[in-house]
């Protein structure tokens, strides 16, 4: 990346959204985010150039990130599965098999419901 570039300093005249509260660019008239209309807003604030910073929470939300952390745990786990238990004959190594297979269903059945729950909240913000 070119250090020029990213000591340039920038600034933009931005404006608050009236009921989400993010930042917009000045003399919008709808907010981009959650489409309430803006009303013109006498002072607008100058401030550098930034991107939109959010934690992970706020953009996922608590429950969706929930859901994906336990289906990274549910593969994690289908993976040490395999690793811990020895299988002396056929039988042993079909249990390790059912075991593994179904923490591989529990991770998709978590992450499923991750992107269910994101794909709800993401619609009752609109």
Do not use: H
């Given at each position: 990346?070119?250090?020029?570039?990213?000591?340039?300093?920038?600034?933009?005249?931005?404006?608050?959204?009236?009921?989400?509260?993010?930042?917009?660019?000045?003399?919008?008239?709808y907010?981009?985010?959650?489409?309430?209309?803006?009303?013109?807003q006498?002072?607008?604030q100058?401030l550098?150039?930034?991107?939109?910073?959010?934690?992970l929470?706020?953009?996922?939300?608590?429950g969706?990130l929930?859901?994906?952390?336990?289906g990274?745990a549910?593969?994690?786990?289908?993976?040490?599965?395999?690793?811990?238990f020895?299988?002396?004959?056929y039988?042993?190594?079909q249990?390790?098999?059912?075991?593994?297979?179904?923490?591989?269903?529990?991770?998709i059945?978590?992450?499923?419901?991750?992107?269910?729950?994101?794909?709800?909240?993401?619609r009752s913000?609109?």
């Amino acid at each position: 990346m070119n250090s020029k570039l990213s000591t340039m300093p920038m600034s933009v005249e931005i404006m608050r959204c009236l009921q989400c509260r993010r930042s917009l660019p000045a003399g919008s008239s709808y907010c981009l985010y959650c489409g309430a209309p803006q009303q013109e807003q006498p002072q607008s604030q100058t401030l550098a150039a930034e991107p939109e910073t959010s934690s992970l929470t706020t953009r996922w939300g608590a429950g969706s990130l929930i859901a994906l952390l336990l289906g990274v745990a549910c593969l994690i786990a289908a993976v040490v599965t395999g690793a811990l238990f020895s299988q002396q004959n056929y039988y042993d190594w079909q249990a390790v098999q059912a075991w593994r297979l179904q923490w591989l269903g529990a991770g998709i059945a978590c992450f499923l419901l991750s992107l269910c729950l994101r794909g709800l909240r993401n619609r009752s913000e609109r």
